[in-house]
């Protein structure tokens, strides 16, 4: 393989991929830097309104941004990253009061600012994590555009490359893009060429490519001919280099809140944290779905039964619709929906099994339904026809978040891998539903509710909660 590198390319890579890197972390950092030093000034702001005192004006900033340093939030590790930056800014927030409990006793015995330095860590949260939500989805932007990311070389057998290459692509907008792939099977290289990626050889060329073609990111897959001798050796070049060297786990769908370092005689083994379902684990999640789905039908009881009159006078037949889904467990339960067909809809459901949009799989969508009323399709575009499931999330039947409620016939076809999704109980929405809904296949499907019960968090189920809306205003898979 011959790699042809002009004159322009040679000048414009004078700046190496570390110094490029380093300088948009270095403007991103200043900027969170001046985000959180306003977020504290605002915050200290609001408690001298309150209470009248200017000390805290002094003393806040600077204590704010230590307990972001101490609490790593400016680590490269959790720029952009979202959950885990947010994370961080919370252990931030929390060690505040107790930086303020060392500064009483060990400084100064002012109760006054000790009150009022406690109390500064709700406005300094409530102010800096909606900033850095937006200087996020900025930088996010910047990646989607091409700029700010990081030219990402995988270099690997070709089918766990493609495996990547799915993953990266499917992800949105991030720091790593895929820029060309080195296969340690290069007879394989049709299978890579299929998903328009550069090919650039074997192995034995990363360091011509890493040259010519400003790499900044090497991501090493795992493959049988690297032993540990190999992998030393890319690392080293990728060193050599001053770029990033990565090395993909076998395991995917794991978060990295379930991942830890253990050395072991020199060896760094990966620990796996198995996730915590149990019941004490999940009382926080019990109480948060029940409380917000009472609130959420006290608030919408009226249009909901505005929405039930329309059911029924744009049709014959109930305003709801009532069918046996399968919760966790395995156990039934019966889901309430606004009816959105025609009453004789299963009867018809035969005629229409040639349209069927998911036939990869045990699931049933067919793009614009004949079954469908007029005043079905609004209310499934806009997913209103899923509120009365509120009334199941505060039976206990369902929660806010989890997996799609499968039908019986549908758990009846399920392989044992896949009967791990009702370990949990469904959810009125989910990682299926903020990912596209009725337009993923069956296998991404299965893949994202068996992600979402190996990795739930309470953090987890607030960011599918937030996403959600965007989902329902885009109306990506409703139909």
């Known amino acids: 393989m011959t790699i042809e590198v002009t004159h322009e390319l040679l000048v414009v890579e004078q700046r190496t991929p570390e110094v490029r890197r380093r300088r948009w972390e270095q403007k991103y950092r200043i900027v969170l830097l001046v985000a959180d030093s306003l977020a504290a000034v ?6 001298h309104v309150a209470y009248g005192r200017w000390t805290v004006a002094l003393v806040l900033p600077p204590t704010w941004i230590l307990a ?39 400084f100064t015995r002012d109760s006054g600012l000790l009150h009022d330095m406690t109390m500064a860590a709700v406005p300094a949260v409530a102010i800096a994590l909606p900033a850095r939500y937006a200087l996020r989805r900025r930088l ?24 990547l290459a799915a993953v990266l692509r499917r992800g949105g907008p991030q720091e790593l893009h895929a820029a060309g792939v080195c296969l340690s099977d290069p007879e394989n290289a049709g299978e890579i060429r299929k998903l328009g990626l550069p090919f650039f050889g074997g192995v034995d060329n990363m360091n011509d490519v890493i040259q010519a073609m400003g790499i900044g990111t090497v991501v090493a897959l795992p493959a049988p001919e690297f032993d540990a001798s190999v992998l030393r050796r890319m690392s080293w070049t990728a060193a050599a280099q001053g770029i990033d060297f990565l090395v993909a786990p076998v395991l995917t769908d794991v978060s990295a809140a379930r991942l830890a370092v253990r050395p072991n005689n020199g060896v760094p083994l990966v620990r796996v944290q198995a996730p915590n379902l149990s019941r004490i ?112 999330v505060i039976s206990g039947r369902m929660s806010l ?51 979402y019960v190996d990795n739930w968090s309470t953090t987890l189920d607030l960011s599918i909660l937030a996403r959600t809306a965007t989902a329902v205003v885009r109306g990506t898979g409703a139909y």
Not at 86 to 99: E, H, K, N, S, T
Not at 406 to 427: A, D, F, I, N
Not at 442 to 449: Q, T
């Open 42 to 47: 605002a915050a200290a702001f609001v408690i």
């Open 68 to 106: 972001m340093l101490a609490h790593r939030s400016y680590d490269r590790s959790a720029l952009g990253l979202g959950t885990e930056e947010y994370r961080r800014v919370l252990r931030g927030a929390v060690a505040l009061p107790a930086l303020a409990v060392a500064a009483y006793w060990l």
């Open 401 to 451: 978040v989890g997996p799609r409620p499968p039908l019986p016939e549908e758990v009846e076809g399920y392989p044992p891998e896949v009967k791990r999704r009702l370990l949990v109980k469904p959810g009125l929405t989910g990682l299926w539903q903020v990912s596209g809904r009725s337009d993923l296949p069956w296998e991404e499907a299965v893949r994202l509710d068996l992600a």
């Open 281 to 392: 684990a999940r009382l926080p999640k019990e109480a948060l779905d029940r409380t917000l789905a009472a609130l959420l039908l006290v608030l919408l009881a009226l249009p909901m039964l505005l929405i039930a009159l329309i059911v029924r006078l744009d049709s014959s037949g109930p305003a709801f619709f009532r069918q046996q889904r399968v919760g966790r467990y395995g156990d039934h339960f019966t889901m309430l929906k606004f009816r959105t067909m025609r009453s004789d809809s299963e009867a018809l459901r035969a005629e229409l099994e040639h349209l069927n949009q998911n036939s990869d799989g045990v699931l049933f969508k067919v793009k614009q339904d004949p079954r469908i009323t007029r005043i079905g399709s609004v209310l499934r575009r806009c997913s209103v026809d899923e509120l009365p499931q509120l009334i199941n």
């Open 140 to 163: 996010h932007r910047r990646w989607a555009r091409g700029r700010d990311g990081s030219a990402t070389l995988l270099v690997g057998p070709a089918r766990g490359v493609v495996e």
